[in-house]
Each structure stands twice: as C-alpha cells, then as structure tokens.
C-alpha cells in the first residue's frame, strides 16, 4: 500500500493558490480582439494551481485506487478478471488506432476482417451464427435481443405476445430491458436447489408469451438443470428463449448456448472476453441470434463475399442502435484475447474459473454459509448472511468494508435479491491459489472479528482516507452541485 | 443496519406474502409495509406513493421504496380506491423504518374490496411463512 493511501487528499479546489498559473502564454503577436461582453464570466471560480500540483494531485489519487492489477476484485456477476496488455498492444497498432470511421470500406478491409473474424468466433463460441457486433455495453445488447424477437413475432403477424418471463434471480436489466421494449414482465420463482420452478413457469406461460429471459449460470452461480426443459416449454407456447450472456465466463468452450435451446444471447466483451469495464474504456455487448432472426439484427453486419469485406443492413432489421461501427477498440480487445487463447484452449477460461470459485467457497463454506450449500456452484458463488445478522448483528454490509481494510476489493453484496444479506463473490480465473488463499483467510478472520468485535466492523473501513460514509444521508439529501469555496487571495490581504 | 430488535408481528393485521400488511377500520383499508419487510431492505431513503382517486386491483403496484440495498414495488394487498397518501414520506422517509405499522403508514384505500382480505394471512402465518423460507 501506498505511503499516502491513508491521508486524504483535498480538491483542486482546496489546493488553489490565486496567482499559481499551469502554462504562461507568449505574448500574442496579432492584433488583440477582445471577447463580447455578454460572453465574459467574472464568477468562474477556478482552481489555480501549478501543473506539477495537478500531476501530483491525479498521481496520489491514481495510488489509492484498486484495479485488477493490484489484486483479487472478486465483484460477483462482473467478472473482473485481468485484462492482459497484450489487448492494449494490439489497439495500438496505427491501422487499429488511427483509422477513421468514415474511411471508405475499400480502405479499411483490415479492420472489417478484424469485424468479420470476430462476428464468426461468437457465432461458434454461442452456437448461434447471426451476429452484430454494434451494441455497446450488455444492457443494449439485451434491448436489441428482445426487439429482435419482437420484430420475429410481428413479422410472422403474431401480434398477441405481451409479456417476457424473467425468473426472480435475474439481473436487474433483464426486466428493465423487457419493460423498455413494451412488454409486461412476468416473474418466475426460484426453487430451493436455485432453480427455475417449473410448475411456476407452466403456470405462467401462454400465448402472450413472447419471451423468457434467463441467464445460465444463474445469478446464484448455480447451472439451470433444467435449462432444455425450460427451453422446450416456453418453444412450445410459440415464445423465443433469450439468453443473458452475462456469465459465459462459466460455460465458455465447453457448453454452447444455442445448443442448449437459446435463440438470442448477448455476450459482455468486457467481462468474458477481458475487456476493461468503465475507466479502462467503453463496454460492448455484441448479440448472437439463430440464422433465422439474421434478417432483424440492426445495421451494419460485416459479410464476406469471395476476399471482399463489407457493411451489410439485414433486409428487416430493427434499424441503428448505435453510431458507427460498434465499440471497435473493445472489438480489437475481445478478438485478441480470443486468439491468444486459440480454440483449443478457450475451454480452460471456464474451468479455472469455476474452479477458483470452488476452491474459495471450500475454504470459506465452514464459516459463512452457502445460500445451496448442496450444489457444486460454477464460476461465482453465493453466502447468506442472515446469521451473522441474526447471532453477531453484523450486516453483510459490515463484512465487506470490512475486507476494505485488508486490501481487497469487496464482493457484489445485496445482490441476487432473492437471498437475504447475499454477499456474492466470483474471483474469476485469474487469481492464483495463493492469492485465493489470502483473500480467504481475511474472510475468516473477519467472521472471527465480527463474533468476538463486531463494532470493529460497524465502523469499518478503518485503514482508509475516508471511513465509513454515510451512504443514507447521501440518498436522502444528494448534493448534486458542488460549490468550491471561494478561496481567499493571499496577495490582497498582504 | 440490523437493529438486532425482535421483529413484530401486530396480531390484529393481515399480511401479503409480499410484505405488505392491512389494517380494516369501517370501509377503509390501511395499508403499510411489515416491520420484517423494513428491517430487510435496511435504511429507506426514498418512497413514492400514487396519486389519490387511483382505482387499482389487488396485487398491482401502488408505490415504490427504495432503500440504499434496493427499490422494490409495492402491491395493493386489497383492490380498490386511493382515498389517501401518507405525504410526510416524502421528507421522512425513514418513518417506515422507525414505526412500519403506525407513522410509517403509506395508502388508505377507501372503499375496498372485501373479498379480498380473504387471500390474506393472519399475523402467525405470516411469521410462519417468513422463519419456514417459504417467503422471503
């Protein structure tokens, strides 16, 4: 950790001392041409610092941030796995970063191969052949899936299909992006092996059924036994199946979703394919869909025709979602990343990861208490927290900013909803057994702490710049505004 | 945060399995969330509530809460009319953790179904629900 990790470190703002300047202008040499009045503001108040402030300022917040280059960043249902530097080589090639998006095709048939190679590894690595590359981030990818399978139905003049089947473990876009696309959403139960309950999914679907939405593995980390049994009821009411991609880390290689019965699926570039997420740059969530549907997919597809590369609309296509080509720099990540693993061994993604995900719940399952504690999870696994609550009135809340203060990342907690105090934790197939076994050992140490000090651990984190913040006050009363304060000149008042 | 306080089951309401409790007074049902629906979605830093004179149906959304964990809906226990909201949850919202069967209150609804009180539990099926993980 970092000699300045724990002192905080004011604003620009607070740093501003009126007179330091970043740059010193040469004199202008043509003539001055002062600027409208009404375009003037005297009330800016900006920071006035020197430029060796300000890199020193960005330098000591860049050292009390964790990334997964530090360490383990076990975010449950994100994958946050190493992202290798490799992938930031490859986008720095000039024909990569420096091309333009309005080049003519003629000219960018490097990168368009690029497009086409990748659309044809998903199609394969899904079992599902028609692809778009074009939605930026896995929430998109799902809103043009299930206007894909609207359009599907409209089309055949099945008009009646106004509700999406969402099973109660479910991402929380998943019902946003049905909600979004019009349909009603109707909600599944899970069954106390994680499951989808069957009964309750016959009881509900229908004739109105356009679709069910379901992510496997679960969001409890848990395979869907029933995943073709799912797959033939709901084919069987005439709706389509659309599979969250979200977790193909699990499953990547060795199962592929339109083998098992899904007709739509999104995969997140930025989780499977190792992809940075958020700062690292922007997300991408292409879809896969059945042949049959390659005619809704929104425009351009890249198409091949003899050694000629081109943008393609489908003949009934939903239309643009997104400008230009799609994320192409995270297309170049994803694309290296599946070349530098090659086909035969893309399948060890999957079982590292799952695993890891059992090796740490082995070490943990003793102490915290497995919400199925009978199954063999996959890449991720979930811990139910209502006994700490209960014997040490300790919230799961405590228990990750808790592992703050031993210098790791904190799970996914509060999620799925379905699973009281859930604390949900997936280490992804980058993590080392030693570095599984440490992030392990803070685990029961904290579960020891919070039975024999458990207001060490309503105050955590202690070991940080700033300690526990009050999250409610800051729902309740959010300063959407901020006002620097108005720092006194020094020069003035000597 | 867990208060570690016992959660209450007041033996003169009625319950949904979604959380929501009814109390009957003449022809106006009012209706809150349980003090074991509060205590679990933890700190509640926001409701919203429909507008009065809304007609709804029994198991429709009337309301969102949310809390720093979670928004979740809430669904109308009987079918019938809005004839009142509990404005103060706006500015205090956390009344519904303080006092989830009293001030906490959030719709009266007036006049109201009464055949639906029938799908409802009693205060022990209810607790017996919750501490089987029948419902959660």
Redesign the interface.
């Known amino acids: 950790m970092s000699i300045t990790a724990n002192k905080p470190e004011p604003l620009l703002y607070e740093q501003s001392n009126p007179g330091s300047i970043g740059y010193a202008l040469p004199e202008s040499d043509v003539p001055h041409t002062p600027l409208p009045a009404h375009l003037m503001r005297a009330d800016l108040n900006l920071p006035e610092v020197a430029e060796v402030d300000v890199v020193r300022h960005f330098t000591r917040l860049s050292q009390k941030n964790y990334c997964v280059d530090l360490g383990i960043y076990p975010l449950g249902s994100c994958t946050m796995k190493y992202n290798p530097k490799m992938n930031e080589d490859a986008i720095q090639l000039t024909g990569m970063s420096q091309v333009h998006p309005m080049q003519p095709p003629e000219t960018a048939q490097g990168v368009m191969q690029l497009m086409y190679e990748l659309q044809e590894y998903l199609g394969e690595i899904s079992g599902l052949p028609a692809v778009t590359l074009q939605p930026a981030a896995g929430a998109q990818g799902e809103l043009v899936g299930i206007l894909v399978i609207r359009a599907y139905h409209l089309k055949r003049g099945d008009t009646g299909r106004s509700e999406v089947l969402i099973p109660d473990s479910a991402h929380g876009t998943n019902p946003a992006t049905s909600a979004m696309a019009g349909y009603r959403v109707v909600e599944v139960k899970s069954d106390a092996r994680g499951n989808m309950d069957l009964d309750d999914l016959r009881s509900k679907v229908s004739d109105k059924t356009a679709a069910i939405m379901f992510t496997n593995p679960n969001t409890l980390g848990l395979f869907e036994e029933h995943v073709r049994e799912v797959n033939k009821i709901v084919h069987d009411a005439g709706g389509l199946v659309y599979g969250d991609g979200a977790n193909l880390n699990a499953i990547i290689g060795i199962a592929r979703p339109g083998d098992l019965g899904f007709d739509v699926i999104h995969s997140n570039l930025h989780k499977t394919f190792s992809v940075p997420h958020g700062g690292g740059g922007p997300g991408s969530g292409p879809v896969m869909a059945r042949p049959d549907l390659a005619e809704f997919l929104p425009t351009p597809i890249v198409s091949k025709k003899g050694d000629v590369y081109a943008f393609e609309t489908p003949t009934n296509t939903i239309g643009r979602i997104k400008s230009f080509w799609g994320n192409f720099l995270a297309l170049v990540r994803a694309y290296t990343y599946i070349r530098s693993y090659g086909k035969e061994h893309l399948r060890e993604i999957a079982e590292i990861s799952v695993l890891n995900a059992n090796y740490l719940l082995a070490l943990v399952r003793d102490v915290y208490d497995p919400q199925v504690p009978e199954r063999t999870c996959k890449h991720e696994f979930v811990l139910n927290g209502t006994r700490f609550k209960k014997e040490y009135g300790v919230n799961t809340l405590d228990v990750a900013k808790r592992i703050i203060d031993y210098g790791f990342y904190p799970p996914t907690i509060y999620f799925p909803l379905i699973v009281p105090e859930c604390l949900m934790i997936e280490p992804t197939e980058t993590q080392s057994k030693a570095s599984l076994d440490e992030f392990a050992a803070a685990l029961l140490k904290i579960a020891e702490e919070a039975r024999t000090d458990p207001q060490l651990l309503h105050n955590a984190p202690h070991n940080t710049p700033v300690t526990r913040l009050d999250d409610v006050k800051a729902a309740r009363e959010p300063v959407l505004n901020y006002k620097p304060p108005q720092i006194p000149d020094q020069r003035k008042a000597a | 945060?867990?208060s570690?306080k016992e959660i209450s089951y007041p033996t003169d309401l009625k319950y949904a399995a979604t959380h929501e409790w009814v109390r009957v007074e003449g022809d106006t049902a009012t209706v809150g969330i349980s003090d074991y629906a509060q205590d679990?979605l933890?700190?509640i830093?926001?409701v919203e509530l429909p507008v009065v004179g809304m007609e709804l149906r029994a198991k429709s959304g009337f309301g969102v809460v949310?809390s720093?964990?979670?928004a979740s809906d809430v669904f109308m226990p009987v079918g019938g009319s809005i004839s009142a909201t509990n404005d103060e949850l706006a500015n205090a919202?956390?009344t519904v953790n303080a006092d989830a069967f009293g001030a906490g209150w959030m719709i009266k609804i007036s006049p109201f179904n009464a055949d639906d009180l029938a799908k409802l539990m009693d205060a022990a099926t209810y607790k017996s629900k919750i501490e089987s993980g029948e419902i959660?």
């Open positions: 945060m867990s570690g679990a933890g700190d830093v926001f949310e720093v964990k979670a919202p956390e959660h």
